[in-house]
Nanobody, 124 residues
Framework: QVQLVESGGGLVQAGGSLTLSCAASGGSFSVYAMGWFRRVPGKEREFVATIYGGGMAYYTDSVKGRFTISRDDAMNTVYLRMNSLKPEDTAVYYC??????????????????WGQGTRVTVSS
């Protein structure tokens, strides 16, 4: 059984930085795309970024230039480096593993395993 465990969330002031980590276990890692989503209470889950096994990355427009997704296949870990954080980045952040077929990076329904989430709070 695949397990994804996020860490690195916390409280940070606006303009600050955080790095989230997502450690995967129980299955293959390097061949799958890995993504980050976030959810604010009362709103839909929002795509943040994804990285393919070959390293190609995609971002939602609101985080381009501020967030960087990366992966370490030897450690079965994906990271999300978040710089210049804004209060509107406050959310619970989830990592997820993309499906091997019919995968659409910004579609949560095409990810088959999810972590439990880590909370990020950005104070103004």
């Amino acid at each position: 059984q695949v397990q994804l465990v996020e860490s690195g969330g916390g409280l940070v002031q606006a303009g600050g930085s955080l790095t989230l980590s997502c450690a995967a276990s129980g299955g293959s890692f390097s061949v799958y795309a890995m993504g980050w989503f976030r959810r604010v209470p009362g709103k839909e889950r929002e795509f943040v970024a994804t990285i393919y096994g070959g390293g190609m990355a995609y971002y939602t427009d609101s985080v381009k230039g501020r967030f960087t997704i990366s992966r370490d296949d030897a450690m079965n870990t994906v990271y999300l480096r978040m710089n210049s954080l804004k209060p509107e980045d406050t959310a619970v952040y989830y990592c997820a593993r993309g499906r091997s077929t019919s995968f659409i990076p910004d579609s949560p329904g095409t990810y088959d395993y999810w972590g439990q989430g880590t909370r990020v709070t950005v104070s103004s």
